[in-house]
């Protein structure tokens, strides 16, 4: 009792004070809850493609948005997850409950190279250097179709569960541990280095901080991620193919994270959930369905003419204004702090700022 | 096999280096990476084939016209969707991905999927160091190195150039001499775009034209420009002729060598970065911070 009673209280004093906070417990709550509620097939399976891209754009936000690493090549940690699971599945017979972790370790192994070869590289010439990877492991896969199965990829996986609802659940909660996992992760004082690792890596190395040994940790997290992902949604298609390591997956990523807006965790997971049922569901109108990629492009172009900065943090500015005083973030509405009684809004008058404070 | 070679990456090397100089110019005035800089070319081979097939014209009021219409259409866009977000490098970039796909989707709307061919503007062939070389590749590489001199020309000869050359050099004092920078980053787009949109309409008889044909040159242009050294044209010209010299190489001695030819091609390129971060002629870029 006392326990509940203590939860509560955090509730109401942590949670429900800030919108933002409110509405990703009503989020993940009612991705719990939905097929209690609506049970159909199709949304479902949206729904469980969605959670996976959400950790795959999760990741590659705490690899560029966090640490600056703009990655065009993320594609590769997605497909090597994807392509180490079905060949250990499918050539070995090895369960899908491990291979999916082999597949993840693959592709962190993967995303440490990839951080290796990068280390000297910076800003653009790190992008366009990441878009070569993944490329030229699809070549390779072309060349060698025997053992890649080639433009068809491997498919004919075991799924991990039967039905549909399981395997929604499988996706959400998976989707829920790594995303959260990877929010708390860029919320500690390792994301506070990797913050400052962006903005000034010269001063970070200064302050005598390592920053190789963060820049390779970051990328074997993101990529470990990123496989993660792929190996779920290998399993879940019962196909790895090609298409899970071109540059349009690639792009889409980036898309997904800037249109989120970077540096968030929580805003690339909100472009996945807005954007792609909403071109999956614009595909399924008949004048629409040649047009869906068209759409998207223009949304996305349109959106950030208005919003530069990203989505999130475009609303979250709207809602929530930050002390002046002592930076804890608080309700757009209210005049003074929630936590240390400074006034929000330069207008407020002295009187109002007395009586904020009793 | 040696001659087939040397021709065949030669040509390559002079489409290459036309999209890849083009896009280091934009980078190195505006630093801009112009995810869509190869979809200009798309589009200006498209515009050629529905003039010349669709409307009937001749080859060489159609190739003007298309190049013209695609730079113009560049600076439109220029103007209404990159110089708003031009502060949010990050804005930039996804801009300038959807923009691309724009164009993607609606000539994959317009014209459809299937691949389109181009009439050859001139038909025949010649007998060059024993190698038979159509004269159609003959027109790309005189026309690639017609419009390399002619950028030449414009960057170090005149006082646009110069202004260029000084804006790419440093922004902040390139103000301070009282240079109109946006013009400056306008004119350079015009350029750039102008020689994707040459390099789209002379290559479109020889390939085949598709909406998707700007995703595999975009790969290439980006890893020569890299390898070259980012903003840096001597780079980027000998880059592209490393890169064409390459591919030809892989296609003609590998076995596969047509999958391969992208995965060597790019190789190569890492190989270089690990040597040299910075490119092979690119500023040592630790002032920039």
Redesign the interface.
């Known amino acids: 009792m006392y326990w509940l009673r203590r939860a509560w209280a955090e509730l109401k004093t942590e949670v429900f004070v800030l919108p933002s906070r409110t509405l990703v417990l009503l989020w993940a709550l009612g991705l719990l809850a939905l097929p209690f509620v609506y049970d159909d097939a199709y949304v479902l399976r949206i729904l469980t493609m969605t959670c996976f891209f959400a950790i795959f754009a999760a990741s590659w936000d705490l690899l560029a948005g966090y640490t600056g690493q ?1 990655n065009f090549g993320h594609a590769l940690f997605f497909g090597a997850g994807a392509y180490t699971t079905a060949l250990l599945s499918l050539k070995l017979g090895i369960p899908p409950w491990l291979s999916i972790w082999a597949g993840a370790a693959i592709a962190m192994f993967f995303g440490f190279l990839v951080g290796y ?1 990068c280390l ?6 790190l ?3 990441t ?3 993944p ?2 492991v ?3 896969l ?2 060698f179709p025997g053992f890649s199965g080639g433009e068809l990829g491997i498919s004919g996986l075991r799924r991990l569960a039967l039905t549909p609802t399981a395997n929604y659940y499988i996706a959400v909660v998976a989707m829920l541990v790594v995303v959260f996992g990877l929010w708390l992760l860029a919320d500690s004082k390792f994301g506070i280095v990797l913050h400052a690792i962006r903005d ?1 890596e ?1 001063a970070v190395r200064a302050s005598g901080i390592n920053t190789l040994r963060y820049k390779l940790i970051v990328f074997a997290i993101a990529g470990a991620a990123a496989g993660f992902a792929g190996a779920l949604f290998a399993h879940y298609l019962r196909v790895a193919g090609p298409s899970t390591l071109e ?1 349009a997956l690639s ?1 889409q990523v ?2 997904w994270g ?2 989120g807006g ?1 540096a968030t965790i929580y805003g690339p997971v909100a472009a996945v959930f807005l954007l792609y049922p909403m071109t999956e569901w614009l595909g399924t109108f008949r004048a629409f369905g ?2 869906r ?2 759409i ?3 949304i ?2 349109l959106v ?2 208005f919003m ?2 990203g989505l999130a943090p475009w609303v979250r500015d709207k809602v929530e204004v930050a002390c002046p005083r002592c930076k804890h973030r608080n309700v757009g509405w209210r005049s003074v702090c929630r936590l240390c009684g400074a006034a929000l809004k330069a207008e407020v008058s002295r009187a109002k700022r007395l009586v904020g404070h009793q | 096999m040696i001659q087939d070679i040397f021709v065949t990456g030669l040509v390559n090397g002079g489409v290459y280096a036309l999209l890849a100089i083009g896009f280091s110019l934009i ?1 190195g005035v505006a630093r801009i ?1 112009n ?1 869509a800089h190869t979809a200009f070319y798309m589009l200006a081979a498209y515009c050629f084939y529905t003039l010349l097939v669709k409307v009937g014209m001749s080859f060489v009021p159609a190739a003007l016209i298309s190049v013209g219409g695609v730079t113009l259409l560049s600076v439109l866009c220029y103007r209404l ?1 990159i110089e ?2 031009r ?2 490098e ?2 930039v ?3 300038t ?3 691309a ?2 164009f ?3 000539m ?2 317009t014209f459809g999927g299937h691949f389109l061919g181009v009439p050859s503007t001139l038909e025949g062939s010649m007998r060059v160091l024993g190698v038979s070389v159509p004269y159609q590749r003959l027109l790309i590489l005189v026309v690639a190195a017609a419009m390399l001199g002619g950028v030449w020309f414009l960057l170090y000869r005149t006082r646009l150039g110069l202004a260029i050359r000084s804006t790419a050099n440093d922004i902040e004092v390139a103000t301070l001499m009282g240079m109109n920078v946006h013009r400056i980053a306008m004119a350079t787009v015009a350029i750039s775009v102008a020689l994707a949109a040459v390099a789209g309409v002379v290559v479109s008889p020889v390939y085949v034209v598709d909406p998707f044909m700007w ?1 595999a040159p ?2 290439t242009m ?2 020569i ?2 390898l070259g050294g ?1 903003g840096s044209i001597k780079g980027s010209l000998i880059g592209a002729l490393i890169i064409g010299y390459v591919e030809a190489i892989t296609v003609f001695t590998l076995p ?1 060598g047509a ?6 091609a ?2 190569i ?2 190989v270089v ?2 040597v040299r ?3 092979l002629f ?1 500023v040592a ?1 630790e002032e ?2």
Do not use: C, N, W
């Not at chain 1, 000297?120 to 010439?125: D, V």
């Not at chain 2, 999958?259 to 060597?264: F, P, R, T």
């Open positions: 703009v070869l000297r590289l910076r800003g653009s010439y992008s366009l250097a878009l070569a990877f490329l030229i699809l070549g390779l072309f060349a000034d010269v540059t792009f980036v898309i800037i249109f970077v040649e047009l990629l068209l998207f492009a223009v996305v172009l950030l003419l530069p900065r | 980078f990476v995810i969707i708003p977000v502060e949010h990050s804005a970039l996804i801009a991905i959807a923009l796909l724009i993607q989707e609606l994959l709307y995703l975009l790969v980006l890893a420009v890299v980012l596969g999958y391969l030819k992208g995965a060597v790019l190789l390129m890492v970065l690990l971060p910075e490119g690119g870029f920039e911070r």
